[in-house]
């Protein structure tokens, strides 16, 4: 018979994983509020991610439900289940990775998105950071608002936003991966449980048949 102990631990990464795949799911809706940095710095791109992520995980939770309430001499739902943990390990290596790479060259990645920007996000964007223009005070500046209402203000501030808006990104974006790579041992662990009570049952039914065969006598 399985062990309590084996069971608690599945238990535990199982609802662990739930707790992930909820926490994704919920945050790839949340972060799609208006929000002039954090929309800067997490695309539709990746939120679209973090959903897919979010349904892998709480699906794999559902099946999980179904694999360990079978029969002991049924493992089928578990090996299921762990065909589909390697899914979901694929899947957070691509999005963690994903979000990873496009770190490794902010400085550029986010002109680019900055440019991309309306006129009154730009505007936006300087007033609340207090800088004017990305790469020096004329790489891509946007005259009006508060901190830049002229191009005297802008000379005035002297101060760019490259910085403040690869500090802002650079922690999020950090944050997002470090959190998404950390759901990896989630999901291993929980293959590791799985493989063990898979293991534990099959020996549980294999002393049951050689049992069987002895006239129910038992081992010695």
Not at 84 to 91: E, G, P, S, T
Request: hydrophobic share 55%.
């Amino acid at each position: 018979m399985v062990s309590k102990s084996l069971m608690g631990a599945w238990a535990f990464f199982d609802f662990t994983l739930l707790a992930a795949g909820i926490v994704s799911l919920v945050l790839s809706f949340v972060w799609r509020k208006p929000d002039l940095l954090l929309n800067l710095a997490i695309t539709d791109a990746d939120l679209t991610a973090g959903m897919i992520l979010g349904i892998f995980l709480i699906a794999t939770f559902f099946l999980s439900i179904g694999a360990i309430l079978q029969r002991n001499q049924v493992t089928f739902g578990l090996i299921l289940l762990n065909w589909m943990l390697v899914l979901d390990a694929l899947v957070v290596l691509v999005v963690g990775t994903f979000i990873w790479f496009f770190t490794l060259a902010e400085e550029n990645n986010f002109h680019a998105r900055f440019s991309q920007q309306s006129a009154a996000n730009k505007i936006g964007i300087q007033d609340k950071l207090n800088c004017c223009g990305y790469f020096n005070l004329t790489d891509l500046v946007e005259i009006g608002g508060n901190a830049c209402s002229s191009q005297e203000a802008v000379t005035a501030l002297n101060t760019t936003c490259v910085l403040p808006i690869i500090t802002f990104a650079d922690t999020t974006l950090n944050d997002t991966f470090t959190t998404i790579y950390g759901f990896m041992a989630v999901v291993v662990c929980l293959f590791m449980a799985s493989l063990c009570v898979i293991k534990k049952r099959n020996e549980d039914e294999r002393f049951k048949r050689i049992d069987a065969k002895r006239g129910g006598s038992g081992f010695v």
